[in-house]
Nanobody, 123 residues
Framework: QAQLVESGGGSVQAGGSLRLSCAAS????????MGWVRQAPGKEREFVAA????????HYADSVKGRFTISRDNAKNTVYLRMNSLKPDDTSVYYC????????????????WGQGTQVTVSS
């Protein structure tokens, strides 16, 4: 079972950038599809981005397309979310998620979740 730990959250002004990282312990992420999902207070959990097991395929929510980039480094057992041009509406707890260990196809059904990292964007 993959244990996921997010880092890189924080507070930033609108227009700024952050890079979130998701590291796995206990198991390689090589055969997992990975994703980022966010949840703001009082709102439902919202899909943000996903990447397949080898990084050849990515998917984004319309609200972040062109601003966020998901990537992975299987050698480092880490997945990243680069967030540019941040807006106050991006304020949420961001969760890393995984489906596997097998080479799944989109749409993914995430089985494993991290504890989340807070991102706060001020205007």
């Amino acid at each position: 079972q993959a244990q996921l730990v997010e880092s890189g959250g924080g507070s930033v002004q609108a227009g700024g950038s952050l890079r979130l990282s998701c590291a796995a312990s206990g198991r390689t992420l090589r055969n997992y599809a990975m994703g980022w999902v966010r949840q703001a207070p009082g709102k439902e959990r919202e899909f943000v981005a996903a990447i397949n097991w080898n990084g050849s395929s990515t998917h984004y929510a319309d609200s972040v397309k062109g601003r966020f980039t998901i990537s992975r480094d299987n050698a480092k057992n880490t997945v990243y979310l680069r967030m540019n041009s941040l807006k106050p509406d991006d304020t949420s707890v961001y969760y890393c998620a995984a489906e596997g260990p097998y080479h799944s196809s989109w749409p993914y059904e995430f089985d494993y979740w991290g504890q989340g990292t807070q991102v706060t964007v001020s205007s």
